[in-house]
């Protein structure tokens, strides 16, 4: 089109998001973008954005235009088509491979049709990636989809399988290393990928490197918790690595263990429910008070508060949890409980 026009042209989704364009950059000259819908059926899948110069005649670039539009249309419905289809296929394999009552035997047939081989000298590692906002929009085409085209490049350079499979959302790579793929290098390449995301736009988990295919079921598991516990840790960022979760892992193996709820609600529900109708915020400023290592003039620092308003709230605290926080016992509880909440809050 834009050799036919002289003009420069753009193809964008239905999100606004630009899906192709002219080889050549925009004209620095001024234009007239002139804008024409991609629809199949009633269905708008997009604008394609025509920019001429002005005094140019409009007559048959707007009907080259338009007959572009309608090329545009019908493959955006097949990608989108194609794309829908492979979702729906992703969704029922990670649901099956995360389901530990699956056959396994089946999973591994099913994954070995996808060119990924579940071999017992194969080692593992799970990548879950998913946008933060608009996931739809950006998983496809923006930061958190060329992030796992470049994970799979790297991956493929060390003779690893790799596939990206979508689910709820995100995106899953599979990584299947080469028996003679050192664990350091695959931690390296990892690396190199992962610490390059835009931390605006995409949110990322890894798991172990693991072997087998109840490895790969718990490697699944561990690179979509890192990504959602990773987010409610203070002091980390993304990339969030399963092994830097520390006491998390365990609380996350735990969470849906009737126990755990009631030590939580036993330990820090009182003052979570106080906050909740009174519109305080005392778990934060007990959460400071212990990440400042119980220093009362450390912490009023932190809160940005005076020092008297802070040992008041520690004071409405103590009422309200009826725990000494003097009391080593009491404060190794409260962590604990801190950390369940930030848990149950994800």
């Not at 007559?59 to 194609?82: D, F, K, N, V």
């Not at 579940?118 to 080692?123: F, L, T």
Request: net charge negative.
């Amino acid at each position: 089109l834009a050799v036919l026009t002289t003009a420069d042209a753009m193809a964008l989704d239905g999100g606004g998001v630009v899906v192709s364009r002219a080889e050549v950059p925009l004209s620095a000259q001024r234009t007239v973008e002139t804008a024409f819908p991609i629809e199949v059926a009633g269905r708008v899948l997009g604008r394609l954005l025509l920019y001429l110069h002005p005094g140019q005649s409009d007559l048959l670039p707007t009907i080259y235009a338009r007959q572009a539009a309608e090329i545009c249309g019908i493959e955006m419905l097949q990608q989108h088509t194609r794309q829908e289809t492979e979702e729906r296929l992703g969704l029922d394999l990670i649901e099956q491979l995360l389901d530990e009552g699956s056959d396994d035997t089946l999973i591994v047939s099913r994954l070995a049709r996808l060119g990924y081989r579940v071999d017992d000298d194969r080692r593992h590692v799970v990548v879950a990636i998913g946008a933060i906002g608009d996931a739809e929009r950006q998983n496809r085409h923006g930061a958190c989809h060329d992030l796992a085209c470049e994970l799979q490049r790297a991956a493929q350079r060390d003779d690893a399988d790799v596939i990206a499979v979508g689910y709820r959302g995100k995106t899953l790579v599979f990584c299947a290393m080469a028996p003679a793929t050192a664990e350091r290098r695959v931690r390296d390449w990892l690396y190199a990928v992962l610490t390059h995301c835009d931390e605006e736009s995409c949110c990322v988990g890894v798991s172990r490197v693991v072997c087998g295919i109840g490895g790969l079921r718990a490697a699944a598991h561990q690179a979509l918790d890192a990504r959602e516990l990773g987010r409610h840790i203070g002091g980390l960022e993304s990339p969030y690595f399963y092994e830097q979760m520390g006491l998390y892992r365990l609380l996350a193996e735990l969470r849906g263990c009737d126990e755990l709820r009631r030590f939580y609600e036993e330990t820090l529900g009182a003052l979570v429910l106080y906050d909740r109708e009174h519109n305080t915020d005392l778990v934060h400023t007990l959460k400071v008070f212990f990440d400042e290592n119980a220093n009362v003039s450390q912490t009023a620092r932190a809160l940005y508060v005076h020092r008297n308003t802070l040992n008041y709230r520690l004071q409405r605290i103590i009422e309200i949890i009826g725990l000494d926080l003097n009391d080593a016992e009491a404060r190794l509880t409260l962590q604990l409980a801190l950390k369940i909440h930030g848990l149950f809050e994800s």
